[in-house]
Structure formats: C-alpha cells, structure tokens
C-alpha cells in the first residue's frame, strides 16, 4: 500500500517538472553550466604548460652547445604552438652549434634558425683536413655536379677534357685522379649544401683535401696555355663505402700537364 507520504512527494515532482518556467529556468542552468565546464576545459587546455629548453647563459656565435648551458623551462602550450620555429626538446639543442649568424642571450628561448649542425658551418671542411693535406677548390655548376647530387663525404673521380696538342681537331678526355672524397660543396655565398637536402642556393664549388702533389698537379692544369677542364664525376653509394686511397689514373696525363709547366 502506497503511503499519502509518497503520493504527496511525486504530486509535488510532477507539477515542478511540469511547470513550463521550471524546465526553461533547469535549461538555462544547464546551459550555463556547459558553458562554464567547456570555458574551464579550454583554458586548461590553453594555459597547461609545456617544458621547454633555454641558455643558462649568453653563447656567443659559432658555439658548441653542452647540456651544462641549457636548462629547463615551462611555458604556455599556447605560445608553443603559435612559435613554430621554437625547439621544444633540449636533444634538438645539444651538440649542436649556435649559428655563425647570431648569438643567444642568457634566459633564451631557442629558436630553429639559431641552431646548425656541425657540417653547416663554412669553415667546417678546414676541420677535416688529414695532416700533410691541402684543400682544393673546384668550381662546378650544378649541371656537373649532377643536378646538385654531390654532398660532402662522396668520393668522386676527376676527369680531364683539353685540347691535343698536335691537332686541336681532337680533343683528350680521360680520367685523371680517383678517388677524391669531397668535404664540402658550397653555394656562390659560401654556404653549405648539405646531405640532409638544406641547399643554400646552387652549388658552384666543391672543396677536397689532397697531398701537395695533387695540389700542385691540379693548379698547374688551371694555367696552362691551353684550356683544360676539370670535370668530376660522381660514382656509386658502394663506391664511396669502399673507397680506395687517392690515385693517379693517367701518365699520360701527368706528362700532357708538366710538360705545358716551367720547374722553378
């Protein structure tokens, strides 16, 4: 048997929830609630904060960065997002260098324009120079560099073409030095070209390191009478993994350079 109690209690649910004021009044409510939860969810979502690395303290340009100049810090996830060039992992930071463009005050950011690799420095090449060696500069364009193929760490042949001396008809084109590793190839401002496929313009030189022979060899072949041009010629991946000492590949050639040469 149902109590007056019970009765009373469901008669006084019913009107309310059936009162047409009542159920605008509980929307708006809700409303306003969603409102609020929704706003608090998207500040929280804006404002939770993200860890980020920063200079302990001021690096000059050209700088090694270790981990004991960066330190940790936390900032707005929103500004993180709206800062695309901002580096968010300290490993993105150390071991690299400070860029020989700028320098990085002390509470820094860092910033992706502000950070290069090693082999993105322009004296990066003399770094890599074996004792006894001398760095050689090629001019190339990008056609002979195989549309931009050649990067630093390719071995390459140099090939000869000239005129033969005895009937300018003809012409010599053989191969002449081999297995030449390249150190760098730079753009017409200095820049490097790298592997990673950052290209600062197109390349017109390639810097190699060869003994006092070759050098020598090769700038008397850049002054002769006749015109003589240096072509390098770009080999295989297997070719660079086993590459052999450098090599003089023709006498003849030697002996078409010296002969066109006074000794001092």
Known sequence: MISKKKTTANGIIKRFVGNK???TILGILACIATLIIGYNWRVRIATNPVTVPY?????ASRTLITSDMVGKIKISSTYASAADN??????DVVNKYVSYKTSIPKNSLFYKEQIIEAEEMPDYAFSNIPDGYTIFSLKVD??????????????IDLYILAKDQENEDRVIYSKFIESIRVLAVKDESGNNILKNGLANGEPTELLFAVEE???????KSQFIDREVEIIPLLRNAQYTKEANQINISSANLVDFI????IEL
């Not at 901002?86 to 490993?91: A, F, G, H, P, V």
């Open 258 to 261: 010296e002969d066109r040469c």
């Open 86 to 91: 901002l580096i968010l992992s300290e490993q």
């Open 55 to 59: 200079a302990k303290q001021t690096l």
């Open 213 to 219: 022979y070759y050098y020598v060899l090769l700038m």
């Open 21 to 23: 004021n009542t159920v």
């Open 142 to 155: 990008k056609k002979s560099t195989f549309y931009n193929s050649v990067r630093a760490g390719d071995y």
